[in-house]
RNA sequence: GCCCCCAUCGUCUAGUGGCCUAGGACGCCGGCCUCUCACGCCGGAAACAGGGGUUCGAGUCCCCUUGGGGGCGCCA
């Protein structure tokens, strides 16, 4: 009979209160995230948030070969630096009693069976299959299979590995971005669950943590899709409710094509570690791909007001470093006194609100604060060129008397311009150069100040002596 | 090979048959801010992938082509 999600009896065998928005984020610890992978979980953290629900990060570390506690490690340290801190953390490592009995539930239900072929095997099933022109479906050799047969099997050496028996039906269910979606079971291959040695793939224990674990929603990568409605069939044959699903579609690079190539310098740890802000970083992977505004969010709270699911656009959105970077760069020239006076602080760069204030224009990266330190603070080398020895000398002497301030560039330069006869940048420019040893940098007016006259007519003559 | 999704300025997108002379944001270009690099402000250039339909009327609906993404694993 085929099985009605409608008329399915709920039964839901979870001490969950039914309302609670649950999401998670599952990565498998064999590497650390990318910008890809924490996109996902941002979104899963904005709309967790945004709901008043939980955020569960979930390692999937069943492949104990490949699984490695420095890299779970590693993804809780990234997820922690984008401003993720999950409710709840798991490992799948330490539930597999729970896979053990769904596994069992299945047999016994006849909906999990021995199959015996080799990799090898099967492959020359599909490419057979394709040959033909047909769809490398699984033909189910494994369900007909007698016991004699699998004596026979075992006999040789062989150990099985576990298929899900799929049912014969079309699965339809709303995706929260993509809409209704609608999937032919019978078009599908029965997926293995069980390895021939023994361990689980990631399919029956997702399904399982997902309904022990009261997960709502479920906002993960398109590539996931065709999985959606296999792992539909198979919550309902574990006698649940299968969750909601939203899947987001997948960056790709500034070229258009898939992200994966690189991903080593997209990691989020290589991002961190190339100096970039992490609420930067939260604002781009939030908001590209939707149709809101990509603009600098200092904190989560406007990314989780204006979060929603059906703003996100069902076409791959490209990642592009350089508008990162942009981005970055905005953020910081916005960003107030009081919001990075410790980081400066750590950097040995605070230096008060007025230097962050004038400086903060010319940084890209917050590390680049520290060359404007340097210049308005410590020892640089004045740039006087012969032509301007002269010019520099007598404007020490036009300096403004008394204690310097915002006016003091003002005063200082037209009576310079007065005397001189020079204006424009023959008049800015070697001015300075003298007094930063650079041709660019902050406004003059307002470093001049923080420079100080000692400094200032130290630099100012060094060059002539 | 087959299946699914997508297709508007360089990029992210608004657009749900007349409100579109296609809007916004970033970037780009120009101007201004008595200097530079920036910041800021002002202004500008910049797109409906192509071809067929349907319709009085199509960016908007349908088909084909092209292009991009995803899937068809004892990966996740």
Redesign the pocket.
Known sequence: MAICRACTPARRPLNRTAMTIRVRF?P?PTGRIHIGNARTAILNWLFARKAGGEFILRF?D??RARSRAEFADGISEDLAWLGIAPDIVQHQSKRFALYDAAAEQLKDGGRLYA?????DE?ERK?KRQ?AR?K????DRAGLNLSDEDRAKLEAEGRTP?WRFKLSARAVVFDDLV?GEQSFDLTSV?DP?LI???GSY??TLPSVVDDMDMGVSHVIRG??????AAVQVDLFEALGGTAPAFAHH??L?GAD???L?KRLGSLSIEALRAAGLEAMAVVSHAA?????D???PHHDMGGLIDSFDLG?L??????F?EA?LA?LN??LL?ETPYSEIAGRLAALGCDAGEAFWLVAR??ISKLADISQWHEVTYGEIDPVIAADDLAFVTGAVDALPDGAFDETTW?TW??AVKESSGR???A???PL?LALTGL???????RLLPLIGRDRAIERLTTGSG
């Open positions: 599952a498998s999937d069943t492949d199959c015996y072929e080799t990799p099967l599909r394709l022109g769809p490398p479906v699984y590995h993509r291959s293995v390895r021939g040695d793939l990631y398109e590539d996931h899709v065709t999985n579609s997948l790709t258009g094509k898939g994966s908001l590209v791909g939707t149709s505004a990509i603009v703003k656009s069902r076409a791959p959105a490209r592009d508008e942009n760069a905005r020239h224009q010319n003002k330069t037209s204006k424009g940048k008049l800015f420019m300075r041709d660019h940098g902050p406004e003059l007016a």
